[in-house]
C-alpha cells in the first residue's frame, strides 16, 4: 500500500515542480513555474467550479433519494424486504454498463426514455449531446448509480434507533414529521456525518462515468477536475501540468474536508 | 354510540388507505427507477435488429433472437476480455481478503503496539483521491516494469480495496467477543488455532462482504485499466465494450447483449450473498 498510494503521492509532489510532458520523459526543476502555469489556465478554474457544481447536485439529488428509499425500506410489509436486496443492484452495475444503458435510454432517436416523454409532448432532445444540460444529465445517471449505497447505509442507521424512543415521542404526542427531526434525525447524525465525507470525497472523485458517457464534452461542458487532469497527462501529456493540478486539489479538498469535520462533526456531548 | 364509534373507525381505515397512497406511488416510481433500466437491457439483448430500433418501442420482444449473443461470442473479442476480467477479479478478490484480513486481524484483535495509528493511516489512505493518482501510479509501476500486465492491475486494485476492506471487518472483529479466545487459550489452543479454527468461522459473513466489494470494485474497474493496459489481448470487460461500442454503435442488440453480460456476474454474485453484503455494509457503518 505504501508502494502503490504513499510513493506515488510523493512522486506527484515531485513531478509538479519539474517540466515533464510524457510520463517518464527527462525533465528538469522548475520550482513553482508549472503551478503558476496551471493556476493561470482558466480551464483549470472551470473544471473546478464545475466539480464543485458536480459534488453539490449530486449529494443532494443522492441524499433526497436515499432518505426517501431508507424509510420505505424501513416498514416491515414484504415489499420492504424483498427491495433490502435488489435496491442495491445500481451500485453492483459496471459503470460502463450504465453508461451504455442510459446512452441507450436516452438515445435522440430510438430512446426508451425519449420516447416515453415525446408521448406526453416533451421533447428530450439529446442530453449528453446539449452542453447545457449536459453535466446536470450526467450527474443524474451517476446519483442512479450510487444512491442505492447512501440508502443502505442510512436504512442501517435507521434500523439502530431505539423502538422505545420512537414510542415515547408518539406518546407525547408528536407527529411523524416532528419525531424525524426531533428523535431520529439527530441520532442517525453520527452516521450521516461519516456519509457525507466519505461519499463527498468519492463523488468528487468520480472519472468513469463522465469519462464513458460524454468524454468531458460536449465543448467541455461537463470536463470536471478528474477529468482535467486525466486530459492533460494522458491527450495533452502534460504530465507535470496534472500533477500540478492534482497537488492543489488535493490541498482544496483536505480544506474542505477540515472545515467540514470543524463545523460539521456532531457535538459528542449533546 | 355504537354507530360513532362505527363512523369514527372507517373513517380512521379510509385515512389510513389514503395515507398508504404516496407509499404505493413511491414503491412504483423506485422500482421503475431502479429495475427498469436492469429489464431493458436483458429484452433489448433479445430482441432482433429491426425490432430495436422500431419508433413505437415493445415492451416485450415480440420474436425472441439469440442472434446478438451469437455474434457477440463469434465475431467479436468479447471472449477474451470475459476471460481477463474473471483473471483479475478474482486474483484480486482472493488477495485483497488475504491483505485485509490480516491487517484487521492483526490491527483489531492482537494488541499489536501503535494499531490505532495505523488503522487511521489506512482509513485516511482511502480518502486520497484515486483518480488524481493515475499519473505518478503510471510511473510507479513502469518502474517496476508492470505496466501491461495483470498483477500491476491487481496490485493497483487490491491498493484500493484493502483499506476499505480492513476497515470494514472492523466491525465484525468487535463483535466478536474476546472470552472466546480466553477460553480457547484455557483448553489449550495457541493463537494461530484459535484465530483460523475459532474467530475465523465467526467473520465468514464478514469475508463475504470484503469478497464481494473486491470482486465487484475490480470486476467495474475502468479508469486504471484503460491505461495501465496496453495490449488488446489483455483489457479488461470494461474497456473492451467499450471498444465494442465504438466500433459496432449502430448494433444496439449487439451492445446490449454485451452489457448483459458484462453486468451478469456482479448481479448473480449478489444475489446470492447480498444480504450478507448490506449486513456487512451496515455493521461496518454504524460501529
Known amino acids: ?270 | 354510540m355504537t354507530s360513532l364509534t362505527a363512523s369514527r373507525r372507517s373513517g380512521r381505515t379510509l385515512r389510513h388507505r389514503l395515507g398508504a397512497v404516496p407509499r404505493v406511488v413511491a414503491w412504483i416510481v423506485l422500482s421503475v427507477i431502479v429495475l427498469g433500466p436492469l429489464y431493458w437491457i436483458t429484452i433489448s439483448a433479445f430482441k432482433g435488429r429491426e425490432e430495436i430500433i422500431r419508433s413505437t418501442p415493445t415492451f416485450w420482444p415480440e420474436t425472441f433472437t439469440l442472434s446478438n449473443f451469437e455474434q457477440l461470442f463469434m465475431s467479436t473479442e468479447y471472449p477474451v476480455f470475459l476471460t481477463n476480467s474473471i483473471i483479475v477479479a478474482v486474483t484480486t478478490t482472493v488477495v485483497t481478503v488475504f491483505v485485509s484480513l490480516a491487517a484487521a486481524y492483526g490491527l483489531y484483535r492482537l494488541k499489536v503496539p501503535g494499531s490505532g495509528k495505523i488503522a487511521g493511516i489506512v482509513l485516511l489512505s482511502y480518502m486520497i483521491p484515486g483518480t488524481l493518482l493515475i499519473v505518478p501510479l503510471y510511473r510507479t509501476l513502469a518502474g517496476l516494469e508492470l505496466i501491461d500486465t495483470h498483477a500491476g492491475i491487481v496490485l493497483v486494485n487490491v491498493a484500493f480495496t484493502a483499506p476499505f476492506c480492513t476497515w470494514l471487518l472492523r466491525g465484525f472483529i468487535f463483535a466478536v467477543p474476546r472470552e472466546i479466545d480466553e477460553a480457547a487459550a484455557i483448553d489449550g489452543a495457541g493463537p494461530t488455532r484459535t484465530m483460523l479454527q475459532i474467530v475465523l468461522p465467526l467473520l465468514l459473513p464478514g469475508i463475504a462482504t470484503v469478497a464481494v466489494y473486491s470482486f465487484v470494485f475490480s470486476w467495474t474497474e475502468f479508469v486504471f485499466a484503460s491505461q495501465f493496459i496496453v495490449s488488446d489481448a489483455l483489457q479488461t470487460l470494461p474497456i473492451g465494450l467499450s471498444a465494442i461500442i465504438g466500433q459496432y454503435t449502430v448494433n444496439w442488440g449487439l451492445v446490449m447483449a454485451g452489457t448483459l453480460f458484462t453486468l451478469l456476474p456482479t448481479v448473480v454474485l449478489f444475489l446470492f450473498v447480498g444480504r450478507y453484503f448490506v449486513g456487512g455494509l451496515i455493521t461496518g457503518a454504524t460501529k
Open chain 1, 1 to 270: 500500500m505504501a508502494l502503490v498510494i504513499a510513493f506515488p503521492l510523493i512522486n506527484a509532489v515531485i513531478t509538479s515542480f519539474q517540466d515533464q510532458r510524457t510520463i517518464g520523459s527527462p525533465a528538469e526543476f522548475v520550482g513553482f513555474d508549472t503551478y503558476a502555469k496551471v493556476l493561470g489556465d482558466s480551464a483549470f478554474w472551470e473544471a473546478l467550479g464545475r466539480s464543485g457544481i458536480w459534488l453539490v447536485v449530486n449529494m443532494i439529488v443522492q441524499t433526497i433519494l436515499a432518505f426517501a428509499t431508507a424509510l420505505l425500506l424501513q416498514r416491515s410489509t414484504r415489499w420492504s424486504r424483498a427491495a433490502r436486496t435488489w435496491i442495491v443492484l445500481p451500485w453492483v452495475i459496471p459503470t460502463v454498463a450504465v453508461a451504455v444503458v442510459w446512452q441507450w435510454m436516452l438515445n435522440s432517436n430510438y430512446g426508451i426514455v425519449t420516447q416515453l416523454f415525446r408521448g406526453i409532448g416533451i421533447d428530450l432532445g439529446s442530453p449528453f449531446g446539449d452542453s447545457a444540460v449536459a453535466l446536470i444529465a450526467v450527474i443524474l445517471v451517476n446519483s442512479w448509480h450510487w444512491f442505492p449505497l447512501s440508502a443502505v447505509v442510512i436504512y442501517g442507521a435507521l434500523a439502530t434507533v431505539p423502538g422505545e424512543v420512537l414510542e415515547a415521542a408518539k406518546m407525547d404526542g408528536a407527529g411523524a414529521w416532528r419525531t424525524f427531526w426531533a428523535v431520529t434525525f439527530p441520532l442517525l447524525q453520527p452516521v450521516l456525518f461519516a456519509l457525507a465525507l466519505v461519499g463527498s470525497l468519492w463523488s468528487f472523485n468520480v472519472l468513469d462515468t463522465i469519462y464513458l458517457i460524454t468524454g468531458g464534452g460536449p465543448v467541455g461542458s461537463t470536463t470536471t477536475m478528474p477529468v482535467y487532469v486525466y486530459d492533460t497527462a494522458f491527450s495533452a501529456f502534460r504530465s507535470s501540468q496534472a500533477a500540478a493540478a492534482s497537488v492543489l486539489t488535493v490541498i482544496v479538498l483536505g480544506i474542505a474536508a477540515l472545515l467540514f469535520v470543524r463545523f460539521a462533526r456532531p457535538k459528542e456531548d449533546s
